[in-house]
């Protein structure tokens, strides 16, 4: 195999992780304690390994609270390159895309908005790329963090 056969494996500062999250609020928060470690330990500026958490946090709170009933597992695969981390979180429900979700009216006052949405629009923010795809019945959440 020639060098540019290879996978981006040189750049990575730690081996990539895969997480398991039970589809429970005490197993996204298990993730969460686990990623606050790791992440830093991997090589992200604690203020990234923050951010991504709060990302995590928001998005595997809505699938375990309005997601179906399915019951399996959420797959949560985590790398940290020399510059960025990436998440892609995997799991199986209908289809719910939360890139397009729109904007919350932030210029309203509280009270007149609508409930809901100023998670995603949180991720949005933390985050440098946001995407989705729902690939034979699963929904596939795209993150990445530069630093």
Same mark, same amino acid.
């Given at each position: 195999m020639s060098n540019s056969d290879h996978l981006s494996t040189h750049r990575l500062r730690y081996?990539?992780?895969?997480?398991?999250? !039970?589809?429970? $609020?005490k197993g996204v928060g298990r993730l969460n304690e686990r990623l606050e470690q790791w992440l830093p330990d991997a090589g992200? !500026? *604690? @203020? $990234?390994? +923050?951010a991504l958490c709060v990302c995590i946090?928001?998005?595997?709170?809505?699938?375990? &609270? +309005?997601?179906?009933? @399915? &019951?399996?597992? *959420?797959?949560?695969?985590? %790398?940290? @390159?020399?510059?960025?981390? %990436? *998440? @892609? %979180? $995997?799991?199986?429900a209908q289809s719910f895309d939360p890139t397009s979700r729109p904007t919350p009216a932030?210029?309203? !006052?509280?009270?007149a908005r609508e409930v809901g949405g100023l998670g995603i629009h949180?991720?949005? +923010?933390?985050?440098?790329?946001?995407?989705y795809k729902f690939i034979n019945g699963q929904n596939h959440i795209h993150l990445e963090k530069n630093f």
């Amino acid at each position: 195999m020639s060098n540019s056969d290879h996978l981006s494996t040189h750049r990575l500062r730690y081996p990539a992780q895969r997480f398991l999250v !039970p589809r429970t $609020v005490k197993g996204v928060g298990r993730l969460n304690e686990r990623l606050e470690q790791w992440l830093p330990d991997a090589g992200a !500026p *604690i @203020e $990234v390994a +923050h951010a991504l958490c709060v990302c995590i946090d928001e998005l595997l709170a809505n699938v375990v &609270m +309005h997601g179906t009933k @399915e &019951m399996s597992a *959420i797959d949560v695969n985590v %790398i940290c @390159e020399a510059t960025r981390a %990436i *998440i @892609e %979180i $995997v799991y199986q429900a209908q289809s719910f895309d939360p890139t397009s979700r729109p904007t919350p009216a932030l210029d309203k !006052p509280v009270t007149a908005r609508e409930v809901g949405g100023l998670g995603i629009h949180l991720v949005r +923010h933390l985050t440098n790329v946001f995407q989705y795809k729902f690939i034979n019945g699963q929904n596939h959440i795209h993150l990445e963090k530069n630093f």
